[in-house]
């Protein structure tokens, strides 16, 4: 079983369309956790961050975080197709070196005019 | 500053043939990392390095060897390849301390025949 488990998608969503995007993990040593947004044929780019249980919110975008359940969200309200994009998943453990990541398989995000 | 960046950008191979793939950073970041990204699988690490001099075996490091020689510099070799090293290689570095940002370089497409 992987440490961190990630629906692929694709996840087709008309214009405006409020998305929801998610991850499980199984290791509860995880602490700090990120979305990363990856365009087509680009490398992933930090969209949002953090390390409490509860929610973070920039702009559209809403980050969520279940220490209970080992469970993160994105939710990105009135999607654009600028949003379309691969979104991964990302954790960190604050232990073993190296701020490691484990990341998610990613999630493929399709917004439709 | 031209952030992370990867050379080359496309590669082809024959199966046994050897290449060093090049990643620079320009931030004085000291912790760098090398990924590959394959479908249905998300970023593995392959290795990373928390210093000039330093390197560590991440999730997936047989069949490569890196070095550190230089802050600003991490090269990824493949002495012999093999087509399951067909993959996109990412390279990515941060600062240290727990919660800073993994920049991530462009990426390199490698296919080995």
């Known amino acids: 079983q992987k440490e961190v488990e990630q629906d692929p998608g694709p996840l087709s969503v008309p214009e405006g369309a409020i998305v929801s995007l998610n991850c499980t993990y199984s290791?509860?040593?995880?602490?700090?956790f990120m979305w990363y947004r990856q365009y087509s044929r680009k490398g992933p780019e930090l969209l949002m961050y953090?390390?409490?249980?509860g929610n973070k919110e920039d702009g559209r975008f809403t980050a969520q975080v279940d220490k209970s359940s080992k469970y993160i969200s994105l939710f990105i309200r009135d999607s654009q197709p600028s949003d379309s994009a691969t979104y991964l998943c990302?954790?960190?453990?604050?232990?073993?070196?190296?701020?490691?990541?484990?990341f998610g398989t990613g999630t493929q995000l399709k917004v439709e005019l | 500053n031209a952030g992370v960046t990867q050379t080359p950008k496309f590669r082809v191979l024959k199966t046994g043939q050897s290449m060093t793939l090049l990643c620079a950073q320009d931030?004085?970041?000291?912790?760098m990392y090398w990924y590959r990204q394959d479908p249905g699988m998300g970023l593995r690490l392959i290795h990373y390095?928390?210093?000039?001099?330093?390197?560590a075996k991440g999730e997936v490091p047989d069949g490569y060897n890196v070095s550190r020689l230089k802050k600003q510099n991490f090269l990824l070799g493949l002495e012999s390849a093999a087509p399951s090293q067909t993959s996109v290689y990412f390279c990515?570095?941060?600062?240290?301390?727990?919660?800073?940002?993994?920049?991530f370089g462009p990426g390199t497409r490698l296919t080995v025949l």
């Open positions: 990302a954790m960190n453990r604050l232990t073993g070196g190296g701020n490691k990541l484990t």
């Open positions: 390095s928390v210093g000039e001099g330093t390197t």
């Open positions: 953090t390390y409490s249980s």
């Open positions: 931030m004085n970041h000291e912790y």
């Open positions: 990515a570095s941060r600062l240290a301390g727990i919660y800073n940002e993994q920049f």
């Open positions: 290791n509860s040593a995880f602490q700090y």
